[in-house]
């Protein structure tokens, strides 16, 4: 069980967590905006991140699928213990980004018992997260696949 | 034949045009070092752009080498008549990046020649352009596969 304002604490702590961590991000506007266990979601602006279209700077559209990696590992596992590592991203750009755009990916519950199961061993574990990336008018504008890795702190 | 000077005027213009048309690639610091006809490389500093574990964001090894399919089109082919497309990006992360990266890009001269062909009839042109990522030490840190296209202007 989750306590109902406890999605809310997790989503500001991540939140400031991006902002020390990843500067360049932050800087871009993206943030958190549900996060809970084996589901994340993340959001940033159009404003400042246009491209010579008009539309949303590919770099961009990577970064705020991509830090659901990170997110996931806050929301799903223990950050005291493990943490992130991406190893390949696949993304493909399907629509142009003209409004604030919102990626989100989850993870089942059985594919989280299997990680933290895994965890606890010390080996590094595998994961994949698919996200998609939408607009404001729900235009599907790009979809990724990340490759990402737990490890045990200190690995 | 280019005249000695012709890369540093090409390179100083890419650079003006990645300023004004992706605000966000230059406030990480990228920019163009080298661009020739079939040949770009772009760098950007480690400095501002560390993550949680003191390496570069891998938002940014994305910008540094997505970037070079917007400086391909610009040193190889017309930007008064066609512009790039990006379609797709595989990027995988291999080693962590501690210090200035360099991309880099080429495309064959049999290559351009197609692709020059085929943008004189109108068409969509599609090309593939596989990027380097190189710490200062020569450390490979990430290795990119994009498809883009070049698009006549106003298609």
Known sequence: MTA?????????????????????????????????????RAAVPIEGNGNHFGVMYAGV??????????????????????????????????????SRLTATASLPEDEIARMRAEAATGAKVPF??????VGED??????TRGDYQLRALGS
Chains 1, 2 share one sequence.
């Open 4 to 40: 109902p304002d406890a999605p809310d604490d997790l989503t500001a702590t991540a939140n400031a967590f991006l902002g020390s961590v990843i500067p360049i991000a932050a800087t871009m506007g993206v943030e958190f905006v549900e996060l809970r266990p084996g589901f994340v």
């Open 61 to 98: 559209i990577f970064t705020v699928a991509e830090v659901l990696g990170g997110a996931m590992h806050l929301a799903s596992f223990d950050p005291s213990t493990h943490y992130p590592l991406v190893k390949k991203i696949d993304i493909e750009f399907l629509a142009p980004g003209r």
């Open 128 to 133: 994949v997260l698919a996200a998609e990336v």
């Open 138 to 143: 729900g235009t599907l504008v790009a979809r």
